[in-house]
């Protein structure tokens, strides 16, 4: 029950059932569960061709292959397909499908045209590097097949082969490729690569560039970027690149430099980061010279309040002294602003410059006025401090005073203001209730109020 009259003689004996031939031996359609359709390549040129397998699942488990004997459905006429092998006729995509007992799968083949590499440019990376380094060239190839391809690519030197690659390039595309070879004495030598002449490449002595200084600073603080810089100086008379190494702080910078006949200057960024108080050592290497430079990561100025005495208790009209201690706990000196707040009321004392570690005393006048509790703070930079102080009743009416040009009358709450010019000694009296406290600072910002510092 095999050949061509299988499926005729089949359906003869069992009449009423479709039977269907395959590679092998017929089958009743109703017992195929699944089909397949898969291509050896999917991807073909016009000039190749390529293979199709027909699988039928069926329901007993078992499978066969109907390559030779499927009914294919072809949506064109871009193929042929003959005992299982497919040949294209043009360029184009096309969906190859099979159909039994209701179950379909379907195949796309892309036929294209033949790849075709050609070289559209080559050069030499530079025209001059040191004996016993790497030159290279640089080259770009360009498929105007369809298919992707490979082009195998030799560099000559003087006529004799120093190094041989293959490119790989895809279906209309293009790709840059550097072929590099280890070069050794000094000279001039005729570079090819492929079919195209690149030029002369110029090999100097080694001590034709040397690498004289590297400069980096010697203290910084965290946040942005510093300058290294490495000084090399070309005693040839032509530019000529060298392989250059940089370290530091974790960063490791391989590169080629193009230094020109006399002296040039690289510069390497490098982020200044946490954490403080280490020393970053950079060095730079070309060929057995490396050089180093360090850098120390410092803290910026940072300002706190190391302390605020006050006393624990005063009687109404009296006069203490409130001393502020601010330090600068950072590496570098700096400025910060230094403000006292009495009783909510904030005022900027004084612009205050410390150096690294260095501490200052601020002294501060006031007289208390209304009995009950008094509070003070004092603050720098990121840092503050408060205190509070206990004003105890005094029988009478008192006096506050405040030193330096005032003017205005006490409000109807009994605040005080002042008005009118000075008394004959710089002050202005007011009677009554009063500010409450009245503060005496230096008369700084036009604030009208006296400080007496004591450092």
Same mark, same amino acid.
């Given at each position: 029950?095999? /050949? !061509?009259?299988?499926?005729?003689?089949?359906?003869?004996?069992?009449?009423?059932?479709?039977?269907?031939?395959?590679?092998?031996?017929?089958?009743?359609?109703?017992?195929?569960?699944?089909?397949?359709?898969?291509?050896?390549?999917?991807?073909?040129?016009?000039?190749?061709?390529?293979?199709?397998?027909?699988?039928?699942?069926?329901?007993?488990?078992?499978?066969?292959?109907?390559?030779?004997?499927?009914?294919?459905?072809?949506?064109? #006429?871009?193929?042929?397909?003959?005992?299982?092998?497919?040949?294209?006729?043009?360029?184009?995509?096309?969906?190859? !499908?099979?159909?039994?007992?209701?179950?379909?799968?379907?195949?796309?083949?892309?036929?294209?045209?033949?790849?075709?590499?050609?070289?559209?440019?080559?050069?030499?990376?530079?025209?001059?590097?040191?004996?016993?380094?790497?030159?290279?060239?640089?080259?770009?190839? @360009?498929?105007?097949?369809?298919?992707? *391809?490979?082009?195998?690519?030799?560099?000559?030197?003087?006529?004799?082969?120093?190094?041989?690659?293959?490119?790989?390039?895809?279906?209309?595309?293009?790709?840059?490729?550097?072929?590099?070879?280890?070069? *050794?004495?000094?000279?001039?030598?005729?570079?090819?690569?492929?079919?195209?002449?690149?030029?002369?490449?110029?090999?100097?002595? #080694?001590?034709?560039?040397?690498?004289?200084?590297?400069?980096?600073?010697?203290?910084?603080?965290?946040?942005?970027?510093?300058?290294?810089?490495?000084?090399?100086?070309?005693?040839?008379?032509?530019?000529?690149?060298?392989?250059?190494?940089?370290?530091?702080?974790?960063?490791?910078?391989?590169?080629?430099?193009?230094?020109?006949?006399?002296?040039?200057?690289?510069?390497?960024?490098?982020?200044?980061?946490?954490?403080?108080?280490?020393?970053?050592?950079?060095?730079?290497?070309? /060929?057995?010279?490396?050089?180093?430079? #360090?850098?120390?990561?410092?803290?910026?100025?940072?300002?706190?309040?190391?302390?605020?005495?006050?006393?624990?208790?005063?009687?109404? /009209? @009296?006069?203490?002294?409130?001393?502020?201690?601010?330090?600068?706990?950072?590496?570098?000196?700096?400025?910060?602003?230094?403000?006292?707040?009495?009783?909510?009321?904030?005022?900027?004392?004084?612009?205050?410059?410390?150096?690294? *570690?260095?501490?200052?005393?601020?002294?501060?006048?006031?007289?208390?006025?209304?009995?009950?509790?008094?509070?003070?703070?004092?603050?720098?930079?990121?840092?503050?401090?408060?205190?509070?102080?206990?004003?105890?009743?005094?029988?009478? !009416?008192?006096?506050?005073?405040?030193?330096? !040009?005032?003017? /205005?009358?006490?409000?109807?709450?009994?605040?005080?203001?002042?008005?009118?010019?000075?008394?004959?000694?710089?002050?202005?009296?007011?009677?009554?209730?009063?500010?409450?406290?009245?503060?005496?600072?230096?008369?700084?910002?036009? *604030?009208?109020?006296?400080?007496?510092?004591?450092?």
């Amino acid at each position: 029950m095999t /050949g !061509s009259a299988a499926k005729e003689h089949m359906e003869y004996l069992f009449v009423g059932t479709d039977f269907m031939t395959t590679d092998s031996y017929p089958v009743l359609e109703q017992h195929v569960k699944d089909v397949d359709v898969s291509l050896t390549n999917s991807l073909v040129s016009v000039e190749d061709t390529t293979d199709i397998t027909v699988r039928l699942d069926l329901y007993d488990g078992s499978t066969t292959t109907a390559t030779t004997t499927a009914d294919y459905n072809l949506d064109g #006429n871009a193929v042929t397909i003959e005992d299982g092998t497919l040949t294209p006729a043009e360029t184009g995509k096309t969906n190859i !499908s099979v159909t039994v007992n209701g179950k379909t799968d379907t195949a796309t083949l892309d036929v294209r045209t033949p790849a075709d590499i050609s070289m559209t440019d080559a050069a030499l990376d530079t025209s001059a590097i040191l004996a016993n380094s790497t030159a290279a060239v640089t080259a770009t190839l @360009e498929n105007d097949g369809g298919m992707p *391809g490979s082009e195998p690519i030799s560099t000559t030197v003087e006529g004799e082969t120093v190094h041989s690659d293959t490119v790989h390039v895809g279906g209309h595309d293009e790709t840059t490729a550097t072929f590099s070879w280890s070069v *050794g004495q000094a000279g001039s030598y005729d570079i090819t690569l492929g079919d195209h002449d690149v030029g002369e490449l110029t090999v100097v002595d #080694n001590d034709s560039v040397r690498l004289r200084d590297v400069i980096a600073p010697k203290t910084v603080t965290p946040g942005g970027t510093y300058a290294v810089k490495a000084i090399f100086e070309n005693t040839a008379d032509t530019a000529v690149s060298v392989p250059v190494t940089f370290r530091g702080d974790g960063q490791i910078v391989s590169d080629r430099l193009r230094v020109q006949p006399g002296e040039t200057t690289q510069t390497f960024d490098v982020n200044a980061s946490k954490p403080t108080g280490r020393t970053i050592t950079h060095a730079v290497s070309l /060929g057995e010279t490396t050089r180093r430079a #360090n850098t120390t990561i410092l803290a910026p100025a940072t300002f706190e309040v190391a302390g605020l005495d006050v006393p624990k208790t005063v009687d109404t /009209g @009296e006069t203490m002294t409130v001393t502020a201690t601010v330090r600068n706990t950072g590496d570098i000196g700096g400025s910060t602003a230094v403000s006292l707040d009495v009783a909510g009321d904030e005022r900027t004392v004084e612009n205050t410059s410390l150096e690294a *570690g260095e501490t200052q005393e601020i002294d501060i006048d006031v007289t208390a006025g209304a009995a009950g509790t008094l509070e003070f703070g004092v603050t720098a930079g990121d840092d503050s401090l408060t205190e509070s102080v206990t004003v105890q009743s005094d029988a009478g !009416s008192h006096t506050t005073t405040a030193t330096g !040009s005032a003017g /205005g009358d006490s409000d109807s709450n009994g605040a005080a203001t002042t008005a009118g010019p000075p008394d004959g000694d710089g002050t202005t009296t007011t009677n009554g209730p009063g500010f409450g406290v009245t503060v005496a600072l230096v008369a700084l910002l036009g *604030g009208g109020l006296v400080v007496a510092r004591q450092q």
